[in-house]
């Protein structure tokens, strides 16, 4: 039975059908009763396992194809009818030709198999900032996902009525996971996604990267408002006021782990506490007060799991204890549970790793192999957050008061700074970037960029992106949140981290908090304004954060920074004007003000 008579949505359901030719239809409505009889396939087919149901009540366990374990840059396209919309940051190819060669992988793809549609909602039914879409899919594995991260079922089609046509179309099917034959492709001007031969979640799970990302980038710019890579946090004052913030970090710099941040106990003592809205994506519009308000537009958390326990992020793991489904993390055979690298210091013995050998997982770890893949997940209720923000649902989203930028970088860029204005902000997001780390392949410590953090996701050209950022600024004026950066990631002359992170990020987020209320002062240097070295609290951490470690981490060296500029007036001119992307004018007369500033 279909759940709407929206006839836009019926017509392109039908086309599907068509195209892909299932056995079966099944409507998605959302109920617990057709959700459990799913899980209960899923698990006697083998596609999930059932774990230990005392200990991880309503847990699941899937197994990917060791081929299919990470989000495909190199296989994603934004095709647009003309490339020069596409940008430099993307694959682009034509849209016709690319849905007349989909069309042919696509053809009776899923003869044998069931068609599951799902109606979903990005961000709380009901709120002017929400938008709908509909994924078609031929993977219970989605649909069960595609619970927790979205709104899903038939409340969703409320939001779109009968008539509207503002829906976003999602076809996937993971065919047979053909590495070669793999695509995950957005027609923003369709409002269209095509994703096919995977089955792992960024690709798949078409709410989140491909739809809250790429093509809600492209409505935001055509109608008024931002998607972003940001997660979204409140810090509950003394006072009892919340203010809340978002913050863009490129992937391993711990957007989950601040999102969910806990206070050192001064802090703790002092009335102080953080909310998580968000840890992954912000849906940001300017509100009838003319502050810019966001929404998180999803329903859970998608989470790298490895790294994650009770020390680094014990909300993170509050989290995943219930209704949650794990990909390729490792098991623990006897528990019934599952295992990650950094959970404990005990792999278990009697393990699976995640391709699905059984394995001595104590010998196997100490042999220097991995038990879980290093991009295992955990989806999870963001219901489960202990942390969890009232406002989570509140359709209006939550007034931003400031927004912060961050990368990985050993040296240049110090603990906190903020910009003079928005345009300057502009133009810090515009040179985040991140080096790279021994975890992963290729040298280390190489700089990529990754402008906004947003570099995989915007879905079209980023010199447009970028004087779309500029024109919001206009547009909000004087009631515009304040831009800060941030890296915790500063070392000293041996490759150590002078700044504690984690909890004591709360310290930063404080400066900034004070910044935006005009309550203390800054220092004016060539990059924007600085703490002055007094104004960090550092109460509990002096052993460790002595003035002189202060100095290094407050330090704007001018040799650094002036290469730091050359680098990224060749990134505008080389990577992006040279490649058909149009750098505004009023972010290279930020280049020329920093430099002039740094020459005075
Ligand atoms: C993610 C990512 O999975 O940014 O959130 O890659
Ligand atoms: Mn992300």
Request: glycine letters at 8%.
């Amino acid at each position: 039975m279909s759940l709407t008579n929206n006839q836009n949505v019926l017509n392109w359901v039908d086309e599907m059908v068509a195209l892909c030719k299932p056995d079966n239809v099944v409507w998605i409505d959302g109920s617990e009763e057709q959700l459990d009889a799913l899980r209960k396939e899923a698990v006697e087919t083998g596609e999930m396992i059932e774990l230990n149901q005392e200990k991880l009540p309503g847990c699941l366990y899937h197994r990917t194809n060791p081929n299919d374990v990470a989000r495909v840059e190199d296989r994603t396209f934004i095709c647009t009818r003309n490339k020069e919309d596409a940008g430099p940051t993307n694959n682009w190819c034509d849209p016709q030709e690319m849905y007349a060669k989909l069309s042919k992988l696509y053809d009776g793809v899923m003869k044998g198999r069931t068609m599951y549609v799902i109606p979903y909602s990005m961000g709380p039914i009901g709120s002017p900032l929400a938008k709908v879409g509909v994924e078609v899919t031929d993977s219970i594995y989605v649909v069960l996902n595609m619970n927790i991260m979205t709104r899903m079922g038939a409340d969703a089609f409320k939001n779109l009525g009968d008539v509207s046509n503002d829906f976003v179309r999602g076809l996937h099917s993971k065919a047979d996971v053909n590495p070669e034959e793999r695509y995950i492709v957005q027609f923003p001007e369709d409002n269209t996604i095509w994703s096919i031969n995977s089955a792992y979640g960024g690709n798949v799970l078409l709410g989140k990267k491909c739809f809250a990302l790429r093509i809600a980038s492209f409505q935001g710019k055509n109608e008024g408002w931002m998607a972003e890579h940001m997660l979204i946090l409140g810090v509950k004052k003394p006072d009892g006021e919340i203010k809340y913030i978002t913050a863009a970090f490129p992937s391993a710099c711990g957007k989950t782990n601040l999102a969910m941040l806990i206070p050192p106990e001064g802090y703790k003592k002092n009335g102080y506490e953080v909310f998580t809205v968000g840890d992954d994506i912000a849906w940001m519009k300017p509100g009838e007060d003319g502050r810019l308000y966001a929404i998180n537009p999803e329903n859970g958390f998608f989470g790298v799991a490895p790294g994650t326990n009770e020390k680094s992020n014990p909300n993170a793991l509050h989290c995943t204890m219930k209704n949650t489904i794990f990909t390729n993390v490792a098991l623990n055979n006897a528990e019934g549970t599952v295992w990650w690298e950094k959970l404990d210091k005990n792999p278990p013995v009697d393990a699976t790793e995640w391709k699905g050998a059984k394995v001595n997982g104590v010998e196997y770890t100490e042999a220097g192999n991995t038990l879980a893949h290093p991009n295992s997940r955990f989806t999870a209720p963001a219901e489960n957050c202990p942390c969890l923000s009232s406002e989570f649902n509140n359709p209006a989203g939550v007034p931003i008061s400031a927004i912060i930028f961050g990368g990985r970088r050993a040296s240049t860029t110090p603990l906190v700074y903020q910009s003079f204005d928005w345009t300057h902000g502009t133009y810090i997001g515009s040179a985040v970037s991140s080096e790279t780390t021994a975890a992963a392949t290729g040298a280390v410590g190489v700089l990529r960029h990754d402008p906004m953090a947003m570099k995989p996701f915007i879905g079209y050209n980023v010199g447009d992106y970028w004087a779309h950022w500029l024109e919001m600024g206009e547009k909000l004026g004087d009631k515009a949140p304040k831009i800060f950066n941030v890296n915790w990631f500063k070392q000293d002359e041996n490759g150590n981290f002078i700044w504690p992170g984690f909890g004591d990020n709360m310290r930063v987020l404080d400066w900034i908090i004070k910044r935006c209320e005009g309550t203390v002062d800054a220092e004016e240097t060539a990059i924007g304004y600085l703490p002055k070295k007094e104004d960090i609290n550092v109460e509990g951490i002096e052993d460790e954060v002595t003035p002189e470690v202060m100095d290094k981490l407050l330090a704007v060296d001018k040799e650094l920074w002036t290469k730091e500029i050359a680098e990224m007036r060749r990134y505008y001119n080389d990577d992006i004007a040279a490649k058909g992307g149009k750098v505004p004018a009023a972010l290279y007369e930020e280049l020329d003000k920093i430099e002039a500033r740094l020459n005075k």
